[in-house]
Every structure is written in structure tokens, then in C-alpha cells.
């Protein structure tokens, strides 16, 4: 699926849309790109993506440790989770909860 020499900001604008967000910076890093999916149907066409342009991906959810840990070698692009934040599942009876990635612990 790889376009080439084209950038990969220019292929991801073009495969994913507004889901692309402004890049961040991970720390000891440059900035990287960021693809928010809206569901998890975009996740898995993303994952596909980058499987085939042999990205190494890294989920962020919101984020907010992005700047104090340091990046894995050779990442190429960050997940943002927080849309698929959904609460699946709740059993009251055992306390258990299941969620989409991008749900706060709050």
C-alpha cells in the first residue's frame, strides 16, 4: 500500500482524513503524527495501514505522559484512542467493567 516516496503525512491526510491530528512530540523525540479513529472499524483499517507500510505504532490515549516517557525506538506514529472511550460492559455484582481503549479511568 506504500505510495511511493510520498510522505507519510501526505498518506495518512490521504487515507484517514480528519482523523489525522497535529503531531506530537514524544520525549527525547520529534514529533510524530497522530490518527485519532472514530470507531473501532477506522482502528482496524488503520492498524491494516500501517502493518502494510511497516509502521511501528504506539496507543496514547489522552497522552498526558507522552512528553515525560521516552519513545521506542523507531516509532512512526501515535494512536489517539479517546473517541473509542465506550463503556461495554458493567456487572455491579463483581465490580468488573469493560471499556474501549480511549476511556478514562475517572
Known sequence: MSIGTQPLAERLAASFGDQVRTPRA????APLPVVRP???AALG???????????RLLPIGAGTKIDRTPAPAGLD???????LAEVIAFEPGDGTLTAGGGAPMD
Do not use: I, K, M
Not at 514524544?26 to 523525540?29: F, K, L, P, S
Not at 483499517?45 to 509502521?55: M, Q, T
Open 26 to 29: 514524544v520525549a527525547g523525540g
Open 45 to 55: 483499517e488503520l492498524f491494516a495501514f500501517g502493518r502494510a507500510e511497516g509502521l
Open 77 to 83: 506514529l501515535l494512536v489517539d484512542t479517546r473517541a
Open 38 to 40: 472514530p470507531d473501532e
